[in-house]
């Protein structure tokens, strides 16, 4: 059984727990978290130990009537693989803890990506993470166009890809966050960092990437144009697009029109946290002009990472191939309307 330990238990910390107390190949050391809130309490509630990350907090788990297993130097010690999902720069700073106990470390899309071995998709480079110390696995949307242009480059070649992503301001527990009533090029300049982030998976693919900020909190939503070295059909896109079991075709017959009825879908079919692993890409958008490809993709940002956390923790100990690993991830999670 592979141990695996989490530091950082937030958005994406507590989601990357859920997922690997379901593989039949892990077991959940623990989870570290740097104060007592709501969260903290669940993961005790779920059996999960908590391990406290900062010495001088400790009491604050004792006031608030919290039993901590230990500090996070004993959760780091007892796993074969940590996930680090602290906030931004955080993780580059817990490294050297983790070198400290030669424990290979995962991190988030916040994190540089000069500082780790290797950024990794499963979909996409699944092998370059095995035997890495430290490894990357890229943000929500970098995951949502890796995942989308790995088919498309396989099968066509891709000339060039123009994208257009409108990002949520923040996520539904980010009450600090902006806009509250604007829509803001963000930034301004291009290309935003997404493309290049896209070039940390696929060295040599040609894109340009513009962003923009909504006020919204439920989902990004990409408009995407890729140019195509051989031109396909649009029925054999779909095909294609459609055997990829974290590509979500949403089918013109379910009415969904936007990403408010794409998470009242997610709560329909009983998804944990209303969440959506895959991306979401609307099947009548998938259009052929010349030698272009234009589609629109969803993304949700809480959740689409971490599959893609888990079949990380099998491709730095070499336990699976990539398609062994994202078949088990995907099962044990229920991936794939
Ligand atoms: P978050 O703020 O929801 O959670 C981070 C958690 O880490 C919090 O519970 C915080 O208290 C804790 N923490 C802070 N400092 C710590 C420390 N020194 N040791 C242990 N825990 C500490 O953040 P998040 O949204 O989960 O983001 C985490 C990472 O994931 C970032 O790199 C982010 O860019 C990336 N990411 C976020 C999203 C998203 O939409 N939320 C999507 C993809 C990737």
């Given at each position: 059984?592979?141990?695996?330990?989490?530091?950082?238990?937030?958005?994406?910390?507590?989601?990357?727990?859920?997922?690997?107390?379901?593989?039949?190949d892990m077991e959940l050391v623990g989870v570290a978290k740097t104060r007592p809130n709501h969260e903290a309490e669940t993961a005790v509630e779920k059996g999960y130990?908590?391990?406290?990350?900062?010495?001088?907090?400790?009491?604050?788990?004792?006031?608030?009537?919290?039993?901590?297993?230990?500090?996070?130097?004993?959760?780091v010690a007892a796993s074969d693989v940590v996930v680090d999902a602290c906030p931004s720069g955080i993780g580059e700073q817990n490294s050297a803890m983790y070198d400290e106990y030669d424990t290979p470390a995962l991190?988030?899309?916040?994190?540089?990506?000069?500082?780790?071995?290797a950024s990794f998709n499963a979909r996409s480079n699944f092998a370059e993470a095995e035997g890495a110390d430290h490894v990357r696995v890229v943000s929500c949307n970098t995951t949502g166009l890796s995942r989308l242009l790995a088919p498309l480059q396989e099968a066509y070649g891709v000339e060039k890809a123009r994208v257009t992503l409108v990002r949520r301001g923040g996520d539904p527990g980010q009450t600090g966050r902006g806009p509250i009533n604007d829509i803001l090029p963000n930034p301004v300049t291009l290309p935003s960092h997404h493309g290049p982030d896209v070039n940390t998976i696929f060295p040599d693919l040609n894109i340009d990437t513009l962003g923009m900020k909504v006020p919204a909190t439920l989902m990004h939503t990409h408009s995407v144009n890729v140019q195509l070295e051989e031109v396909p059909s649009e029925d054999e896109v779909?095909?294609?697009?459609?055997?990829?079991?974290?590509?979500?075709?949403?089918?013109?017959?379910?009415?969904?029109?936007?990403?408010?009825?794409?998470?009242?879908?997610?709560?329909?079919?009983?998804?944990?946290?209303?969440?959506?692993?895959?991306?979401?890409?609307?099947?009548?958008?998938?259009?052929?002009?010349?030698?272009?490809?234009?589609?629109?993709?969803?993304i949700h940002q809480e959740s689409d990472v971490v599959p893609e956390n888990v079949d990380a923790i099998r491709a730095v100990l070499g336990e699976a191939d990539a398609a062994e690993s994202m078949a088990r991830t995907d099962e044990a999670m229920g991936v794939g309307f």
């Open positions: 059984m592979i141990q695996v330990g989490i530091n950082g238990y937030g958005t994406i910390g507590k989601r990357v727990a859920d997922a690997v107390e379901a593989q039949p130990p908590l391990y406290y990350a900062v010495d001088e907090r400790e009491h604050l788990f004792g006031e608030a009537g919290i039993e901590v297993a230990g500090p996070v130097e004993e959760l991190y988030q899309g916040g994190e540089d990506a000069d500082f780790v071995d779909r095909d294609l697009l459609a055997a990829e079991d974290r590509l979500f075709l949403i089918p013109p017959a379910y009415d969904i029109d936007g990403a408010g009825k794409l998470k009242e879908f997610a709560m329909d079919r009983g998804r944990p946290r209303a969440d959506i692993w895959e991306n979401c890409i609307w099947e009548e958008s998938i259009s052929i002009e010349d030698d272009d490809l234009y589609l629109f993709q969803a």
